[in-house]
């Protein structure tokens, strides 16, 4: 009853009816949308995913750390999966996880499916559920898909824990609610918040109009990040500006259902404050920006020596800059050209000019989903230094306006922060669509330079006509 009331007025423009509980339903194999006078058919077959939105109250039974692992080890007795979750189950409607626990359980299952079921097991039944957004990190893309579809991305978003990458169809109400939501924050938290921000293809920051009604059509993708006090103030409160988060008790995120700063990425680990359970500032940014890129990889190959080979196109053992980039966007990874330049360098060890499979393979372990037991960070450290430059020069590209006017975000928070911004429309649009990954999507017919032209580019140009 808390959430329909908070979420009435915020910016970003009228919320439209996200279906959170009642999901993926069907009978006798025909979609089925549930209303309050839908009567029970008397015969046929009802499946769908049932989604708990409560969450346990912080008195709630949870196992001991001696507990879960006794449960780990009966599991690891039993040989079917479906039978192992089957016993995850019975155990969580008995007591509450941590995430600590259902992250060790993640490990005991290969399938996407299974894995999946795991954390929609435990979602409601998980203690200091602020904490799962960082196990969803820890999910292949796959996998991520998956459970979007299944509990929502609604449900899955958590304002508390809000730092991360989006990539956001507008036309799905659900994904259409979650940027809604990131515009409101973005204009009432302070520092830069938006990152590598690009609509349609195009790089541009988020128009201030969209505070009052964002577009229903068109992708969205960016890197929402915090300053580190907005971080340590949304842990404490729920919320930069006001105590009023809906599952506070007393103005406060009750400590029991706080993310613990042990749970965090391994690979964002020394972006975090002690004690803080998301990275601050965007210098994490050019470190996820690789993994993005690595995951992306695993959706077509599941090894370096596998991934090479789609890319070693010619079968020489060597893979040049364009035979990279070409290879890449073909296989559906889109790179800035001087991100493509700056990746190359830092995987082209010895300075050669190509990249041999050694030097591939390092560069796959050490953006490992999982913490590597060994040091083979060398390739990222390399990476990361040569990146600084790219990152600055392209994280913060703009929509270009007219001479001293301000029509971004930026322009609400240096005035009043209540959205009353000017009117945002008519900006022109600028990209750097070049070099061997443009000259491929132009062989394709555009279809990468397509979405950043026509009535696309004008959407997100203009926010209100493209609404």
């Known amino acids: 009853g808390k959430l329909d009331p908070y979420y009435a007025n915020r910016l970003g423009g009228a919320r439209a009816e996200v279906e959170r509980t009642w999901r993926n339903a069907n009978i006798d194999g025909d979609g089925h949308i549930w209303s309050p006078d839908w009567a029970v058919p008397f015969n046929g077959f009802l499946e769908l995913d049932f989604v708990q939105i409560t969450k346990p109250r912080p008195e709630s039974r949870v196992w001991t750390d001696d507990e879960a692992h006794r449960l780990e080890e009966k599991v690891l007795q039993v040989e079917s999966p479906l039978q192992q979750l089957q016993l995850i189950r019975e155990w969580s ?7 600590k626990h259902v992250s060790s359980m993640l490990h005991i299952f290969d399938e996407d499916a299974h894995r999946t079921q795991l954390l929609v097991t435990c979602y409601a039944r998980t203690i200091d559920w602020h904490g799962l957004s960082n196990i969803f990190y820890k999910l292949k893309l796959s996998e991520r898909e998956i459970l979007n579809k299944r509990l929502g991305q609604a449900n899955l978003f958590d304002e508390v824990m809000a730092v991360g990458y989006y990539e956001l169809d507008l036309s799905m109400p659900d994904q259409r609610w979650v940027s809604q939501e990131l ?6 938290e302070p520092g830069e918040n938006s990152v590598d921000t690009q609509y349609n293809g195009v790089s541009i920051s988020i128009p201030a109009g ?17 300053e580190q006090s907005t971080v340590q103030r949304c842990l404490e409160y729920g919320a930069w500006d006001h105590d009023e988060y809906p599952h506070n008790i007393n103005g406060h995120v009750p400590g029991p259902h706080r993310c613990r700063g042990d749970s965090v990425v391994w690979y964002l680990r020394e972006y975090c404050h002690e004690g803080m359970s998301q990275p601050g500032g965007i210098e994490w940014v050019r470190k996820a920006r690789m993994r993005r890129i690595k995951m992306k990889m695993l959706k077509h190959a599941e090894t370096a020596q596998e991934m090479f080979e789609l890319l070693d196109t ?7 800059r364009k035979e990279l ?14 991100e493509m330049a700056a990746m190359m360098t830092a995987l082209d060890e010895d300075g050669g000019g190509s990249i041999d499979i050694d030097e591939f393979e390092s560069f796959w372990e050490a953006t490992a989903l999982d913490e590597p ?18 990152f600055h020069a392209t994280a913060h590209r703009r929509v270009s306006v007219a001479p001293g006017e301000d029509k971004s975000l930026e322009s609400l928070r240096e005035g009043n922060g209540q959205g009353h911004g000017p009117e945002d429309g008519g900006d022109s649009v600028s ?7 443009a000259d491929v999507a132009a062989d394709a017919k555009g279809k ?19 609404a």
């Open 325 to 338: 980039s070409v290879g890449l966007f073909r296989l559906g990874v889109w790179l800035h050209p001087s």
């Open 373 to 390: 037991k060994i040091n083979k960070f060398k390739v990222v450290g390399r990476l990361i230094q040569a990146t600084d430059s790219v």
């Open 210 to 226: 969209w505070s009052k009604e964002m577009p229903k059509k068109g992708l969205l993708s960016f890197y929402y990040c915090r």
């Open 314 to 320: 010619d079968g020489g053992g060597q893979l040049d």
């Open 183 to 188: 515009v409101h924050l973005a204009v009432k």
């Open 448 to 466: 990468q330079g397509e979405d950043a032209t026509g009535e696309d580019a004008k959407d997100a140009a203009g926010a209100e006509e493209g």
């Open 93 to 99: 409607n008995t007591a509450c996880f941590r995430c």
């Open 431 to 437: 990209t750097e669509h070049a070099g061997d990954q």
